[in-house]
């Protein structure tokens, strides 16, 4: 997760972005948010949205660094994911 010095893995059962959203938010120990967007920041800085494809096509043990925002007026989280 961003700024530890120690890295976490995260194992899925299913290559499914709501999977991945299931597996962050109980190891962050975040509270169900009403919506949650996923998106990947690539080296470059592109952004993208993450959808099942993309976590398809994860390698397996991918190494990224993990950061979340949450809306102050909506309560919506965003997971940024860094690799």
Not at 24 to 45: F, H, S, Y
């Amino acid at each position: 997760f961003q700024g530890e010095n120690i890295y976490r893995a995260i194992y899925l059962e299913r290559l499914a972005v709501d999977d991945l959203v299931a597996k962050l938010t109980q190891r962050l120990e975040i509270q169900a948010a009403p919506d949650i967007e996923v998106i990947r920041k690539t080296k470059k800085g592109v952004t993208v949205k993450v959808e099942d494809s993309v976590i398809a096509q994860l390698d397996d043990q991918q190494d990224m660094e993990v950061e979340c925002s949450f809306a102050k007026d909506t309560g919506n989280l965003t997971i940024y994911l860094h690799y």
